[in-house]
Each structure stands twice: as structure tokens, then as C-alpha cells.
């Protein structure tokens, strides 16, 4: 049997698609981008010049905070998906489950009668089981209604989103304010500041140890390997004795628990109380998915993603701002690297031999 | 001489006619494996061809870069002299070839007639003509003896069924060369006698035929040559007249392979496995298995045998727990199995080796260390440990995966090399190694050496005797006549969901004519 040369593995693995693709997409996708400016009239180089600065530069890398503070709930947003999807669970349901994790951790921080100290972990944790719940609702109606899950996911975003909505609107409004947001939490609530004048709040930390944790626990232990079984083959870890439908009961409910303690902490981090369409409007849920489904639902590759989406996002303004791209360009061109990434470099890179890629497909039954 | 004689030997003999195919210096590398290695192939018009080789020699490789599914690293395909660069199957369909896959390449959310005319449908005014191509592909069934009900999906067929579909596939399109890699793994004599009468007759018709198997008798049988494949290179070929199963046997590994071991007879103990009145319906709803009871008792292997869609897999699937019975009962040394799970069962002292090793038994895009652990990533008992309060011990896992592809011989470049890239026999080897591993009370074998080569079905013939000598029980499911011959100490005979028939190891024994028996009675005759 011959074994594997250490170095050998090693240079293959630098050089394996999986790590190249995305570099020759985000090359690619500059390309074309300095067409596009040269096209319309912009000076690529200073217009590039001002991306890099918007996403990681500023006075006191100001852009970097604010790049980093956007990551946090897109990264959690992905490993949220990820887990779930490591199992071949889909949960669309992402986005509801966010917004009723930020609402309930807003109405313990508001409403119950709990001690300062006990307060902000009491309404951490109501945030995850929210969505937590709301997860394990469309798994139960997968399992006992017939409702398949990619389905019922995304179909309870709407009651979530608009049951937020309506207790911001008319109960729980804090009239005052002339808006359509709860009042403000108490400061004992809120999440501290990592920097303070920035946006950054510690749950970038928290969301970093999770993608860690997630990242072990899928690799190195147990109840990982037969989530990635279930994933590759559901057939397969049925036959080797996985209780895939309990399996799958705990993966939504991890997924939409994690899904819940982001809403939670942009809510008590970033906004220090609910705000209608805060939550929805920046699209972290699709986003987070994007990450996720790029990343193969790799924690790990989560992180690299749900960065890179944010800070090609915070560039963009700081394209418009430092070389007045207009937003719209600066638009195209994020979406441009997003679609040039999703094609894994194919469109770029010459195809080897196409031969593992018909092999992977050969067999189907 | 008359014309027609003069033809077929003109044809069978070298001319100056070019062959209807031809390779030369065919390369195809996969990383860290040269699957083929320079390999030059000549094929006859008219010529019945089989292709040899250990698991891994690289059969299927080279039929596949033939096929169009692999482009070459180097070397030439032509076919009747004009060379060819198939860039697809498509191109290779449009020149005339055609090709029966080892892992089958059927839409399996289709039904078997759609399968079947999938790129040549029958038309009606533009639209597919349902009702032609079912009558068409009954037809063609009827024909050639390959009974399949065109209306059935593909996915609810068992492995031996999907296998007809696969040939009648080919048929269906009436190429001029025909790739056949492993079509009889599971098949039973009699439908490998009429698969075989088709190959005459289209060899006959001045087709070409490439014919892959690891049955030697079956080359001895129908091939006109034999060519050996041996790491990547043509070891030999060998016109079969002047050729013998041991001379074979020699060029394909080098040695003489061992003769099966001998079965001594011995007593058996308690009944391990009870079924009783066990009725299992299909997907459809019909009484695929309609009330069998039987008992294996301890140091006793019993065989199922039986023509494919007789009921068998879905027997076995009822009693290894992956499909739910509507009556009747299962009992694990004597214990109620009905409503546990099946990873109590797995814990009561079951293990399966299942027909279907692609879709069950593996999964494919994970590593060969992944597949081999299923099943015993939670058992704490074994040595090395695999894993340790929940958390999984690398450096057991490798040593325990390392450890079963030394002792099963399996082909892979590490082990972690995902299971796709083996060869069939290697794939079939891991869920052997893996089931075998986990020294069961009750082993259930489904068809486990279909696709290995002689030498590894000789060694798992070896260790399913080993189980049994070692006062544990064997349920033997297989196509192959002589393996159910040569192995069981009883012999239970399934035709239209019930067991029609039982022979002893000694009746068999005794009778010379043992192996018609069982034929007739799979075919539904009475004893
Ligand atoms: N897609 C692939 N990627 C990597 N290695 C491969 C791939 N396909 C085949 N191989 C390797 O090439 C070698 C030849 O495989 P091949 O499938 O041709 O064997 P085979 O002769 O058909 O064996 P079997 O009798 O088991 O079917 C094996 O070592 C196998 O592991
Ligand atoms: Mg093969």
C-alpha cells in the first residue's frame, strides 16, 4: 500500500480547487469590475484604492471595526445555516428566527423583574431559545406534517417577521421616540463595547468561539461524524444505526439557537433595543446563507465568507465615498465577486481533465 | 467453403481489415494512482472479448476513457480505423458504442422504460410516447429473457433488477460495441445464461463485445479471448480455447489462487435469528415477502437464494431493521427485535452487509477511515478505541482503518481518500472489512463478494466460515449458486415472497445435480 508523501499532501492541498477557486474568483471579478469603471469612466485603481480603504483602513481603522462589527451577525447567521445544513438539513428559516431571538431577548431586557447581574445572560439565552423554537416548529412540522422543511423554514419567516413588527408598532412602542422600536433597554442589558466609538460589541468574540467550537465538534467528535454522515448519505448513517430523526431535531434546534442568540446580541450589542426591520433589512440571514452554502457548511469557511461579504460590502461605501463611484456601480461590482465565487472559479480556471468532477457524479444509483 | 463460414472466420482471424476497435498507449493518471499504464487493446469485429484483473487493475478506468467519461492523459481509441476523440458518452453513443456501468448510471426518481429509452424516446406528435416505449421495452424483456416491469421505478428495484435495466439499457440502443463491466455480479445462472445467449447472437451479427467479470468460468464460457490486466498493464491475452481458469488465474495475481476451503460439518446451536410470519410489503403496497418464518441457529450458516425480485432484499431489509414489517416477528438471540432500532440491533449483535453498496452501505464522498468506523464509532468495548466519552480518537481510527486494509487488501491511496475513487471491489471490500470487523452474533450477507476479485472472494468465503466455526450465525443472500452451494449448511429457496423449498448440506452433498435443483425451484417449480 503506498502511503501518502507528507510533503506532497501538503503542496496539494495548497493548491487544490477548493483554495485557488476563490482567489481566481475574486481576481476575476476585479477585472471585470476595472472594465466596468474604465466603461463608465472611473479611474479603477483609486476607485479599488478607495474599496480597500473603506473595508479595512480609517482613521484608527475605524472601516475595520465597522467591517468587522457587520461580520459578526453574517458569520453567525452562516454558522447558524451551516450546522444544520452540515446534516443535509436546508433551514431558510433563518431570518424569522433571528428577529424573535432579538424580540424575546428585548422583552426579558425590558420586562421581567430579574437582578441586574442575571439579566443579560436570562435574556441571551431567551433569545436562543426563541429561535431555537421556531426552528424545532418547522422540524416537527417536517416530521409529523409532511411539511418538508425547506418549505416550512422559510414560510415561518413570515409570521415571525410580521408578529415583531406588529408588537413594535402598536404594544410595545416606545411612543416618545416617534418610532417603530421598543424602548431602550437598560444599560445593565447591554452588551459591552469591544472599542469603544465603534460598533463592535463582544459578541464578535462570542461568535468567534461558537465557529470555533462548531468547528471541533463537526471534526473531532462524535456526535459530528454522524452529522456529516447524515449529510453525505442519510441512507448510509440510517443503516449504521444513527437516529438521524433525532439527529435532525438537534441540528434545527442548534441552528435556529444560534440563529436567535444573533438577534439577541445585535439587539443588546449594537441597536440596545428592537427595532422594526433593523434586524431584516440588512439581509444578514441571506447573506449568512450565501456564506454558508459557499463555505461547504465548513465553520471555518464561514468565517472566511461571512468577512469577506462584509467587508466587500462596507468597501463598497467606501468606494462611493472616496472615489464617487456611484452606488449602484459599487453595487454591481459586490454582486459581480458574490456570483464569480458562487461559480467556485469555473468560469475562470481551465478545466482539469473534468474527470473527478464526472466521477462525483457517476454513482447515482 | 461457403460464404457465410469464410465471413466469420475472416473476421475472428487478424486481416488487414482494421479491428472494429482499438487503443494504443492509453495513460490515465488519478492523483497518486496510474490507473492505466500504456495499455494497447485490439478488438475484433464479431469478437466476444473478456477483460480481466484484480480489483483496482484498472478495467473500469479504461472503459470509462473509451466511453467518453475520462479524457486520456495520452494514447489513440479508434473504432473500425478511424480514430476517435469522444469529449463525451454523447459522442461515443453517436459513434456506435454502448456500455453497461458497474456503478449503474440510472435516474432512479424515473421508471424503468423511461430509464431504458432515456436519448432515443419514441415520439408522438413531439411529445414522448409513454405508452410505446413501455410496450417497447416489454418487448425487448421478453426477448432477450430480462423480465422488468417497465412501470416500475428505479429507485424502489432492488440491485439485481437495476442490473437487467442497465443491459436492456444498452440493448435498447443497439450499439455496435458493446462495454458490459461486471454485468453478471448479480445475477443468477439462469438469467446469466440468457444474457449470454444475447451476446452470441449479437456477437452473430458481427458486434463486438468487451465483456469485464471476476467469474472465471463465465470467460471460459462465452469469451473468444481473454485480456489480463495487471497494475495498469495488459498482463496477457490469451485465445480462451487454448486457456484454462488456472492459467487465468496465474496472469491476474501472479500466484494460484487458493481452492475455497472446505466446510466441516459440525452441530449447530441455539436459533440466533427467528423470523415468523413475516410479511413485508414493497413501495407499491404489494406482499413482496408474504409470511416466512425460518430459524439460524448459532454455527449455522443458512442461504437465501432465489432470482432477483423474489422477495429476498426486501426480507433482509425487514430483519436488519431498515424497512418496517406489517406482521409477523423478528427475534435477535431470542429477544423481541420488532420495535427496536436499528442501532439496538446493531448493539444485540447484528451486522449487514447490504446488496446495495453505493446508495447503503457507503457513502461515497466521505473518507475510507469515515466508512470503515460506522456502527462502531459509539462501541467503547474495541481496541484500539475509536472514541472516548464523544469525542473521536484520531490516532485509533487511523490505526484501526489501516489496520482492516491491510487485512482485506484494499486498494486506496490513504484512508483518507474518499470511498468514490475506489474501484468497485475495493468499495465492496471496505463494507465486508467493516461488517466483519464488528465479529457479530448474527451476520446478515447480502450478495458480499459481488464485484471482488477470486482471491478476495475466496478470503471473505474464508471469514464467513470463520463466523460460522466460531459458533455465530451467517444469513447468506447471494445470486451465485456455487457460493450458496459451497458454503450453507441449509439452504432456503424464495420464489414470489415465500420460501417454496429447503435442502440440507447433505442432500446437496449427495446430489451431483444439486445446483438444477435450486434453479428450478427459484424459477417457482415444485420439489
Ligand atoms: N475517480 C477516481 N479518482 C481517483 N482514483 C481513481 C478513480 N477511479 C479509479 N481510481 C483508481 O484507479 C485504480 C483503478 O480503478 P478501476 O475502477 O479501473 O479498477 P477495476 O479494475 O475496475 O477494479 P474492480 O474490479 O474493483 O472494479 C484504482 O486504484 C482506483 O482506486
Ligand atoms: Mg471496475
Known sequence: ?365 | MTAATAVTAGAAATSSVSPALELRGIVKRFPGVLANDHIDLSVERGEIRALLGENGAGKTTLMRVLYGLYPPDAGEIQLAGQTQHFRSPTDAIEAGLGMVHQHFMLFPSLTVAENIVYGREPRRWGFIDRRTAARQVAALAERYGLEVDPGARVADLSVGLRQRVEILKTLYRDAQVLILDEPTAVLTPQERQGLFRVLRELAGQGKTVIFITHKLQEVMEIADRATVLRNGRVEATVRIADSSPTELCRYMVGRDVLPDPIRTPKSAGDPVLTVADLVVLDNAGRRVVDGVSFEVRAGEIVGLAGVAGNGQSELVAAIAGLRSATAGRVMLSQQDANTTSIAARRRAGLAYIPEDRNRVGLALAASVADNLIMADQRNSSRTPRLSKRGVLSRAGIERYATDLIERFDIKVASTREAVGNLSGGNRQKVVAARELAQEPIVLIAEQPTQGVDVGAAESIHRDLLAVRDAGRAVLLSSAESSEILSLCDRILVMFEGRIVGELSAEAVGADPAAEATLGLLAAGGAT
Request: charged residues 10%; positive net charge; glycine residues 14%.
Open chain 1, 1 to 365: 500500500m503506498s502511503r501518502f508523501r507528507k510533503g506532497a499532501a501538503l503542496w496539494g492541498s495548497l493548491t487544490a480547487p477548493a483554495i485557488t477557486a476563490p482567489i481566481f474568483a475574486v481576481l476575476g471579478a476585479l477585472m471585470l469590475g476595472a472594465l466596468l469603471m474604465l466603461a463608465t469612466g472611473h479611474d479603477p485603481l483609486a476607485a479599488y484604492r478607495a474599496m480597500l480603504e473603506g473595508a479595512l483602513g480609517g482613521r484608527q481603522l475605524a472601516n475595520l471595526m465597522a467591517t468587522l462589527a457587520r461580520a459578526t451577525p453574517i458569520v453567525g447567521m452562516g454558522l447558524a445555516i451551516a450546522v444544520a445544513l452540515r446534516g443535509g438539513y436546508l433551514n431558510l428559516g433563518g431570518e424569522g428566527q433571528l428577529v424573535l431571538g432579538g424580540l424575546a431577548s428585548a422583552l426579558v431586557a425590558l420586562y421581567t423583574p430579574l437582578p441586574g447581574w442575571l439579566l443579560l445572560p436570562a435574556s441571551l439565552i431567551a433569545g436562543a431559545l426563541a429561535g431555537g423554537a421556531w426552528a424545532l416548529l418547522a422540524a416537527g412540522l417536517d416530521r409529523w406534517c409532511r411539511v418538508p422543511l425547506l418549505i416550512g423554514t422559510l414560510l415561518l419567516n413570515y409570521p415571525a417577521r410580521y408578529l415583531a413588527s406588529y408588537l413594535v408598532n402598536h404594544p410595545l412602542r416606545d411612543v416618545a421616540s416617534g418610532m417603530s422600536q421598543t424602548h431602550r433597554v437598560p444599560e445593565a442589558v447591554e452588551l459591552p463595547r469591544l472599542i469603544a466609538g465603534t460598533r463592535l460589541h463582544i459578541g464578535a468574540l462570542i461568535v468567534l468561539a461558537l465557529v470555533l467550537a462548531a468547528a471541533w465538534i463537526v471534526r473531532r467528535t462524535r456526535v459530528g461524524y454522524e452529522l456529516r454522515m447524515t449529510g453525505l448519505n442519510p441512507s448510509f448513517a440510517r443503516y449504521g444505526g444513527v437516529d438521524t430523526v433525532r439527529l435532525g431535531f438537534g441540528a434545527m434546534m442548534l441552528s435556529g439557537g444560534i440563529a436567535g442568540l444573533v438577534g439577541a446580541m445585535e439587539v443588546l450589542g449594537t441597536h440596545h433595543r428592537f427595532i422594526d426591520n433593523a434586524l431584516t433589512g440588512p439581509l444578514y440571514a441571506w447573506t449568512g446563507l450565501m456564506a454558508a452554502l459557499l463555505a461547504g457548511s465548513s465553520p471555518l469557511g464561514v468565517l472566511a465568507a461571512g468577512l469577506f461579504f462584509a467587508a466587500v460590502h462596507t468597501g463598497g461605501f467606501g468606494m462611493e465615498r472616496g472615489a464617487q463611484v456611484p452606488r449602484e456601480l459599487s453595487r454591481v461590482l459586490q454582486a459581480l465577486m458574490i456570483l464569480l465565487i458562487a461559480a467556485r472559479g469555473q468560469l475562470l480556471t481551465p478545466r482539469r481533465g473534468g474527470s473527478t468532477a464526472a466521477a462525483g457524479k457517476a454513482g447515482a444509483t
